[in-house]
């Protein structure tokens, strides 16, 4: 791939590769041509669904599936087409298909999708697994239609295999900002903490997430991958759903959000991807994530609301 000079802003820390970067980092992707009992952990870059049957059965402890949306995009040269919903979910179906076999029956699996694949995306998984929940998130950034209502979010559909499985609630609970503080007869707080910096509440998760930042070109984790997600809400996955030394398996990874988080929060993984481009990327994100387990959003084992841990910070 031919490099291109771009002229960046001061502040713009949007992760891009050079060609020796790319020299370094193909040696690091793993290639598998035969049936193998144990299963890798890094990138294969790889058709998923063609080298599923190669990968050991059952195991599997989280499984985080982000495939093409029913849209048409350009995935650095690899284009999926929108199709009809019916074809979607036959595509879907034939993905689920080949990848159960790898899943624990201890195992949960989250699938995300917008409004449209959404309707694909239950009546799929529900023939399978035990949907338990459907997640909606907040995409703060968008844009405009002149005819339809703007999209501002998307869905993450959270299924399990079995009534066994794993939620962690006390690791993915929210800290919130404290409006109208109640307080008990005497005085004392009532289920919230009074701080130099403002009142604060740690709360239940909810299946409504507004607190979530897409990745933009001043935050380091940022790529030109076209459909990023932040580590931020793929780290409330890990979390809820998989315990230190858990397998996790992304097998459309992108540019490597779920590997990258799973490998700060002591997990195993395994990230598939077709494209060399975003498979590099995410082995160079490893790369720096052996230095730095930073995740935006997420300190002292608590999420924080958009925009509250930065005015926290300025004070300690």
């Not at 495939?67 to 993905?95: D, I, Q, T």
């Amino acid at each position: 791939m031919t490099d291109i000079k771009k002229n960046k802003a001061a502040r713009n820390r949007t992760l891009t590769l050079g060609e020796l970067d790319r020299q370094r980092l193909r040696p690091r992707l793993i290639s598998i041509h035969k049936v193998i009992s144990s299963p890798p952990t890094g990138t294969i870059q790889a058709d998923s669904l063609s080298i599923a049957a190669l990968l050991p059965d059952r195991f599997v402890d989280l499984l985080i599936l982000d495939p093409p949306y029913n849209l048409s995009k350009n995935f650095n040269g690899l284009k999926f087409e929108r199709r009809s919903v019916e074809e979607y979910s036959a595509w879907l179906e034939s993905a689920i298909v080949t990848l159960k076999p790898l899943l624990k029956p201890t195992a949960s699996l989250y699938i995300c999708g917008d409004w449209l694949s959404s309707a694909s995306i239950f009546a799929v998984a529900s023939n399978h697994f035990t949907v338990r929940n459907r997640i909606t998130w907040e995409r703060e950034k968008g844009r405009g239609a002149r005819a339809n209502w703007k999209n501002s979010s998307e869905d993450i559909w959270f299924c399990t295999v079995s009534n066994e499985y794993t939620f962690n609630l006390d690791a993915v609970k929210l800290r919130r900002r404290v409006l109208a503080p109640y307080r008990t007869i005497d005085k004392s707080p009532k289920d919230w903490e009074a701080t130099e910096q403002g009142n604060f509440r740690d709360t239940h998760p909810s299946n409504f997430w507004t607190d979530i930042t897409i990745p933009f070109w001043s935050m380091p984790e940022n790529t030109e991958h076209p459909t990023q997600k932040s580590e931020k809400l793929i780290a409330k996955l890990i979390l809820a759903s998989s315990n230190p030394g858990d397998f996790v398996l992304d097998p459309f990874v992108g540019s490597g959000t779920t590997s990258v988080v799973a490998k700060k929060l002591d997990r195993r993984y395994l990230g598939i991807d077709l494209n060399e481009e975003y498979c590099l990327l995410t082995e160079r994100r490893l790369e720096l994530a052996e230095s730095d387990r930073r995740i935006q959003g997420w300190s002292d084992g608590v999420f924080w609301e958009r925009n509250t841990l930065a005015v926290q910070q300025r004070f300690q």
